[in-house]
């Protein structure tokens, strides 16, 4: 399927030719009563009585028990690293996932049943605009967990090939290309917009525990929105939240804080779900980081694909900043729009 925006199908991304703590301060020391002011400290006869010793330092406070989890990027980022401390621990993934849930259980249609399928994915703060790259990076930690790729690699293949000038990427195709180099995975470029015959296949994707890299228009909450492509921004998804008519017979355990919310059962063969029809409106909620929060999000596939859809312009901001940026032939348009990257290890079957 064919968007407005979108350009002729291209033929797959061709595989790459090459695989001090400050000391503690002590109260000066206690002087006799009615002692002259002296231009030198008064010699040991003068004084009426001996300087009593500084009183003993204060005990250390008692530790909470809260340290900080690592979160990458924000070694250099001392705003963020400051906002995190006093907003308390960041939970887990799964407590996470699970937080944000209860926090819109209202939204959940009630006349259905919903299954979570959710991958764990580590967040990283984003330095600059390098959106995509990060996203690329937090979706590498599934596609090879155990040799995985810094950023800063990620970052210069991208430079060397001619992708990014200072980290933005705003090709797809690029990023595809980007994808199978440094992360040696299978890379499919999803032309034609999240909607119609791709739909089923994207979420299949994300059933199957896969990532998905989207581009769309990012609004202050970081949320999408249609910006024609003016707040241009790259968001991972690896989860998808599902509301089922009726809920398969095998394979799927209950949640025992939200009644009606379903998870797969670990080690256990399960029926796949069928998937709701596209008519079906809040239906089906996309689960995704960016590289501006270290927290999940949960998305409404709806206005994700909408957004996707018009990314059209490249911003009036960008253009007149000064700076240098890699903008594909046909802008925006040719390189964004309507587009997504599906992204399997080497070894997964299609």
């Given at each position: ?256 804080e939200l009644p ?43 206005q994700v694909r ?45």
């Open positions: 399927m064919i968007s407005p925006c979108s350009p002729s199908l291209e033929p797959p991304i061709p595989p790459p030719q090459t695989p001090a703590s400050q000391a503690p301060i002590i109260p000066p020391s206690l002087l006799p009563p009615n002692l002259p002011e002296l231009a030198f400290p008064p010699s040991p006869s003068s004084l009426q009585t001996p300087i009593p010793p500084p009183p003993p330092l204060p005990p250390p406070p008692p530790t909470t028990g809260f340290s900080p989890p690592h979160v990458f990027g924000l070694e250099k980022s001392q705003l963020l690293k400051e906002a995190l401390e006093r907003a308390g621990p960041v939970p887990r993934s799964r407590e996470d996932v699970k937080r944000l849930l209860k926090l819109h259980k209202n939204r959940f249609r009630s006349d259905l049943q919903w299954i979570l399928f959710c991958a764990d994915l580590p967040s990283l703060i984003q330095e600059g605009p390098q959106c995509g790259l990060v996203a690329l990076w937090m979706a590498g930690t599934l596609l090879a967990p155990l040799s995985g790729s810094p950023l800063e690699r990620l970052v210069q293949v991208a430079m060397e090939r001619g992708y990014t000038a200072q980290g933005e990427m705003f090709s797809v195709t690029d990023m595809g290309r980007l994808a199978q180099e440094a992360l040696g995975c299978q890379a499919e470029v999803l032309y034609g917009g999240l909607g119609g015959p791709n739909r089923d296949h994207v979420l299949q994707h994300l059933v199957a525990g896969h990532p998905l890299l989207i581009p769309y228009d990012e609004d202050f909450n970081h949320e999408p929105c249609q910006r024609k492509g003016h707040k241009a921004h790259w968001a991972v998804s690896a989860g998808v939240l599902l509301g089922v008519q009726g809920m398969p017979s095998l394979g799927y355990d209950e949640d025992p009606g919310l379903f998870h797969p059962a670990p080690g256990t063969p399960r029926q796949p779900p069928s998937l709701p029809e596209e008519g079906s409106p809040g239906a089906v909620y996309l689960l995704a980081k960016q590289g501006k929060s270290w927290h999940y999000q949960l998305w409404d596939y709806d909408a957004s996707n859809l018009q990314l059209t312009d490249f911003s009036p901001s960008r253009a007149a900043d000064g700076r240098e940026y890699v903008v594909p032939v046909g802008g925006l348009r040719a390189g964004l729009c309507g587009q997504a990257l599906l992204l399997r290890p080497r070894d997964s079957g299609h």
